[in-house]
């Protein structure tokens, strides 16, 4: 977890109330963050990394004095117009197509005041921008900008300016051989042709994202009292997140906000948007969950805690929040703010004597099987985008999309595996070959007509094995699956079959005991393509619902029994 170090006198001002040092431990240990170390000038904090919002004084001030009932509730944040704009040429969809800005003026800065943005521009570039791959920051002096801003993506080699603390000008390509931040961040832009920069109408360049800020243009210092500021990245949904929780601390700071017109393909959105989101939130639903009786004004009260909002059966949560994606969320911040060890211990009054299911040994017998052939287990998540499981995969595989999706990145329940190994590949291109990786987990897909479904989808769980080297071919993966079917006793057939996510030729449809279980081969270099992947990969997805649910439980009970029992 990220650790940050909070000035302690900055933050008892912002808090609006000093506590005794044991006070202080026991109420920030309750609100849900690990504390470090306490003195009279620092205060030492791990926080979890869905509350990227408490990544500075500001933010850990305004969840805190939330939590005690000094300033509780929901904090009003306003953007006041201007006439500033940032342009997105077409230029940069290919490296890094979006951007979300703001401007702050009225700010004071000293040198501690400096020193905090620093702390949670870093502190969020590691831990929500996730080492900048996902979101890139930057922050630059106001009064050396010439607006309109242009986003663009350019050759490197004809872009030159001086880099932040580099002594003379070099090109945007050879920054990454020479600074120190180019060596580190460098492989985030490798193999593009273009390389994203920020331009300003004097055609001065602000930055190269997600590298480094110029010198000239990209360094705030004290005389500075009015700040631009923008986060690029692929999602417009997470930029803008980020870039509320950055201008919300630097208006508890004392600065005004103002909005950026970001204009792309002929279209303004903007930046940003300070108004709370509505998020349902039932009463039965929050005392079902934790046990309780409280009263609609209970739950206000303690909505109000968490310094979220509550409005006739609806959350007011605010901009800033990153980690409220469901009712599930709201209920966890009801439960801190009750207070943990104000819970109740009850003993259950039903006795169980409890025992692990025969499909989970099943699917732990196949892991160790796995493991054993000197494969690599990963555990990728439910939810995955579309353009993930349809459109890199070249696949019209029918989706279980989220009705209210809070970002792109994660639009729809997955229905196939293979997809996400690919991903997991691709964010590991830099680490040696060969890379033979496997996944069990859970799929959705849209119940047919046939089926019996409440809810309109189907689950089936299931095994992805995917073989990325430059030998991975169908024989290699062929003879994996062999293995792992016939370990377990099962005989199989392969048919020929077309799939377009597949080389034609090279695909084939698994078949046990009559029941199709499973799709075999050696991926498209299309989708190879998609996912950026230099080397050949192979690849099969085993239904292990139904080879588990159709196939073994009709073995004799003592083939069963010798493969799955617990000793």
Known sequence: MPTITLNRKVFENLVGRRLPDEKLKDRISMLGTDIESVSEREIVVEVFPNRPDMLSEQGFARAFSSFIGEKSGLRPYTAKKSDYEVIIEKGVDAVRPWTACAVVKGISFDGEKIKEVIQIQEKLHVTYGRNRKKVAIGVYPLEKIAFPVRFVGEDPKKVSFQPLEFPKEITGLQVLSQHPAGREYGHLLEGKDRFPFFIDSAGKVLSMPPIINSHDVGKITESSSEVFIECSGFDYDVLHRCLCIIVTALADMGGEIYSVAVKKDGKALLSPDLSPHKHAIALDAVNKRLGLSLKETELKKHLA????????????????????????????????????????????????????????????????????????????????????????????IPLVALANAESLEYNTCRAWMIPCLLDVLQKNKLHEYPQHIFDCGTCFMPAKKSEDSDTGVVEHDRLAVALCSENADYTAIRQVLDYVLRTIGVGYAIRPVEHPSFIAGRVGRVTVAGKDVAYIGEIHPEVLAHFELKFPVAAFELNMSTLFGDVILHYPEAIFSSLFSIT
Request: proline residues 3%; hydrophobic residues 50%; contains cysteine.
């Open 305 to 396: 805690a968490m310094g979220i909002g509550y409005e006739k059966g609806h959350a007011l949560v605010p901009c800033y929040r990153a980690d409220v994606l469901h009712e599930v969320d709201l209920i966890e911040a009801v439960a801190i703010a009750y207070g943990y060890d104000k819970f109740e211990e009850n003993i259950p009054s039903v006795a169980t004597i409890a025992s692990e299911s025969p499909f989970a040994v099943f699917v732990a017998r196949i892991a160790n099987i796995l493991v054993g052939l000197g494969l690599l287990e990963v555990m990728t998540y439910h939810l995955a985008s579309v353009g993930m499981q349809q459109e890199k995969m070249c696949s019209d």
